[in-house]
């Protein structure tokens, strides 16, 4: 059986669902909490762009908290493997979101696979993020890996760390660098570039949906991002919870307890940056730049790329900006 087979499958399945499912009123937050009857919930998965860690801490206190449920959604994570392309995944019909860096959707567009942004986790390239982890002592405390470069298959991001000397009984800090975990799977060309100052900047990380679920399951597609949307903002209430709910939910974290809580704090200003209208707008003309950017480097070559540029991101599931 064919992906398009397969994709169709998985869709009608969903649609399915949603003809059942609570209605949207207008085009505020949905925030409907009846208690589904069993096994009648939208069955959804969705794939995190490497290993779970701090960076997902919005899914899964979504999760915890009850937020999928609320709105009729039964979600599933999807840990891709090294070798897997999470927007491979997701063109394929394998799931049917996916989080991965806006290089990641611009260069999948370009392969001519209709993939689009619909919320931005992360408001800046992961490059830009510097983790301080301050040093592990006797009495407790355990510091990530600090020899070389940690791959994305152990943490879910790749980084670079470099150990700092803070001096006396402070002993040693570290301080890593982290990158986008798809970068992987970019032109060795690519990684080059974007590891020299000077390129525009993007969204390090996004939520992703393939164009036929946007424009066809448009109810279901809203109802996730809203609740993930809720998810992130009780991370941002209560940091150190949504670090135990983390560990809750993948307990070979708690080694990395430090360095997740170090990750998560450098991390939160750039989820909620300040000026944006509501969590996960995407700011078009910065997409449309960086596209033009990855254009004029000839990294997108297919012209339906080029012509539907303004179309790699869209706001229309957030909060009061569309459904």
């Not at 087979?5 to 209605?23: D, E, M, N, W």
């Not at 290993?51 to 206190?61: D, I, K, Q």
């Not at 690519?190 to 109810?219: F, M, N, Q």
Request: charged share 15%; hydrophobic share 40%.
């Amino acid at each position: 059986m064919n992906a398009h087979s397969t994709r169709k499958r998985l869709l009608t399945r969903i649609g399915l669902a949603v003809l059942v499912a609570v209605g949207v009123a207008g085009c505020g937050e949905i925030k409907n909490t009846f208690t589904p009857a069993p096994h009648s919930a939208n069955q959804l998965t969705v794939a995190l762009a490497g290993r779970p860690n701090a960076l997902y801490t919005g899914l899964y206190e979504a999760m915890a908290l009850g937020y999928f449920k609320q709105t009729d959604i039964d979600v599933h994570i999807v840990v891709p493997t090294p070798k897997q392309d999470p927007l491979t995944m997701l063109h394929n019909g394998q799931v049917l979101l996916a989080f991965a860096s806006e290089v990641n959707v611009f260069l999948h567009r370009n392969r001519n696979q209709p993939v689009a942004g619909i919320a931005a986790i992360v408001h800046v390239p992961l490059s830009q993020i510097r983790v301080r982890t301050p040093a592990a002592r006797s009495s407790g405390g355990v510091a990530p890996n600090t020899t070389g470069t940690t791959t994305a298959a152990s943490t879910s991001t790749s980084a670079t760390t470099k150990r700092a000397r803070r001096g006396g009984a402070r002993g040693k800090a570290t301080i890593t660098t982290l990158s986008e975990p798809d970068a992987r799977f970019w032109p060795a060309k690519l990684r080059r570039l974007l590891a020299v100052p000077g390129y525009p900047t993007y969204d390090g990380l996004v939520l992703v949906a393939r164009g036929e679920t946007i424009s066809g399951y448009p109810g279901l597609v809203s109802r996730f991002a809203q609740a993930l949307a809720r998810g992130y903002r009780a991370v941002q209430a209560d940091p150190a919870q949504a670090i135990t709910t983390l560990i809750n939910a993948v307990p070979s974290l708690a080694v990395r307890a430090p360095f997740e809580r170090a990750m998560l704090s450098a991390t939160l200003p750039e989820m909620f940056p300040t000026g944006l209208p509501v969590w996960g707008y995407q700011r078009e003309a910065e997409w449309n730049t960086f596209g033009d950017w990855l254009n004029r480097n000839g990294f997108l070559t297919d012209p339906n790329a080029l012509l539907e540029l303004g179309q790699a991101s869209t706001n229309q599931d957030l909060a009061g900006l569309g459904i």
